[in-house]
Protein backbone atom coordinates (compact mmCIF):
# COMPACT_ATOMS: atom_id res chain seq x y z
CA UNK A 1 0.00 0.00 0.00
CA UNK A 2 1.23 3.11 -1.02
CA UNK A 3 2.17 5.50 1.42
CA UNK A 4 1.45 9.66 1.31
CA UNK A 5 2.97 12.12 3.77
CA UNK A 6 2.07 15.73 4.29
CA UNK A 7 5.33 17.90 4.33
CA UNK A 8 4.21 18.56 8.31
CA UNK A 9 4.40 14.86 9.06
CA UNK A 10 7.56 13.86 7.51
CA UNK A 11 9.30 17.01 8.96
CA UNK A 12 8.17 16.02 12.82
CA UNK A 13 9.08 12.31 11.43
CA UNK A 14 12.47 13.54 10.97
CA UNK A 15 13.13 15.49 13.88
CA UNK A 16 12.23 12.38 16.08
CA UNK A 17 15.15 10.10 17.75
CA UNK A 18 15.79 6.70 15.90
CA UNK A 19 13.65 4.80 18.95
CA UNK A 20 10.76 7.59 18.49
CA UNK A 21 10.55 7.06 14.80
CA UNK A 22 11.19 2.96 14.49
CA UNK A 23 7.80 3.03 17.19
CA UNK A 24 5.73 5.48 14.76
CA UNK A 25 6.62 3.85 11.95
CA UNK A 26 5.93 0.46 13.44
CA UNK A 27 2.54 2.39 14.08
CA UNK A 28 2.42 3.29 10.36
CA UNK A 29 3.35 0.05 8.95
CA UNK A 30 0.12 -1.50 11.20
CA UNK A 31 -2.54 0.64 9.44
CA UNK A 32 -1.35 -0.56 5.80
CA UNK A 33 -2.80 -4.03 7.11
CA UNK A 34 -6.39 -5.40 5.71
CA UNK A 35 -6.89 -5.23 9.03
CA UNK A 36 -5.14 -2.17 10.92
CA UNK A 37 -3.98 -2.59 14.03
CA UNK A 38 -3.60 0.19 16.65
CA UNK A 39 -5.61 2.37 18.95
CA UNK A 40 -7.48 4.02 16.28
CA UNK A 41 -10.69 6.13 16.15
CA UNK A 42 -12.84 8.22 14.00
CA UNK A 43 -11.98 12.12 14.84
CA UNK A 44 -15.13 14.17 14.80
CA UNK A 45 -15.61 17.97 14.61
CA UNK A 46 -13.60 19.97 12.26
CA UNK A 47 -11.93 17.32 10.47
CA UNK A 48 -12.53 16.03 6.89
CA UNK A 49 -14.69 12.66 6.57
CA UNK A 50 -13.61 9.62 7.35
CA UNK A 51 -10.65 11.06 9.44
CA UNK A 52 -8.98 8.75 11.76
CA UNK A 53 -7.03 9.50 14.41
CA UNK A 54 -3.95 6.60 15.68
CA UNK A 55 -2.50 6.40 19.62
CA UNK A 56 0.95 5.47 19.63
CA UNK A 57 2.06 6.26 23.25
CA UNK A 58 2.27 10.06 24.00
CA UNK A 59 2.27 10.53 20.28
CA UNK A 60 -0.92 11.17 17.83
CA UNK A 61 -1.16 10.50 14.34
CA UNK A 62 -3.97 11.58 11.81
CA UNK A 63 -4.57 9.84 9.06
CA UNK A 64 -7.13 9.27 6.43
CA UNK A 65 -7.77 6.69 3.35
CA UNK A 66 -7.87 7.74 -0.08
CA UNK A 67 -7.84 6.10 -3.77
CA UNK A 68 -6.56 7.07 -6.55
CA UNK A 69 -7.67 7.12 -10.16
CA UNK A 70 -7.33 3.27 -10.60
CA UNK A 71 -9.22 2.45 -7.52
CA UNK A 72 -5.81 1.67 -5.43
CA UNK A 73 -6.27 2.61 -2.01
CA UNK A 74 -3.57 4.47 -0.31
CA UNK A 75 -3.16 5.41 3.10
CA UNK A 76 -2.39 9.69 3.58
CA UNK A 77 -0.75 10.67 6.87
CA UNK A 78 -1.28 14.49 7.33
CA UNK A 79 -0.61 15.10 10.79
CA UNK A 80 1.98 13.88 13.95
CA UNK A 81 2.12 15.39 17.21
CA UNK A 82 2.52 15.28 21.03
CA UNK A 83 -0.68 14.94 22.78
CA UNK A 84 -0.64 17.59 25.12
CA UNK A 85 -0.73 20.47 21.84
CA UNK A 86 -2.32 18.46 19.45
CA UNK A 87 -5.76 18.67 19.68
CA UNK A 88 -5.48 22.68 20.19
Known amino acids: ?13 NSLDAVAK ?13 HPRGNIKLLQGNYAEK ?4 RIGKYRLIFRYRYDNSG ?3 LVIEDIG ?6 N
Open 51 to 54: TFRL
Open 1 to 13: MRIDYTRMAAKFI
Open 72 to 74: NRF
Open 22 to 34: QRILAGIMGLTEI
Open 82 to 87: FRGNFY
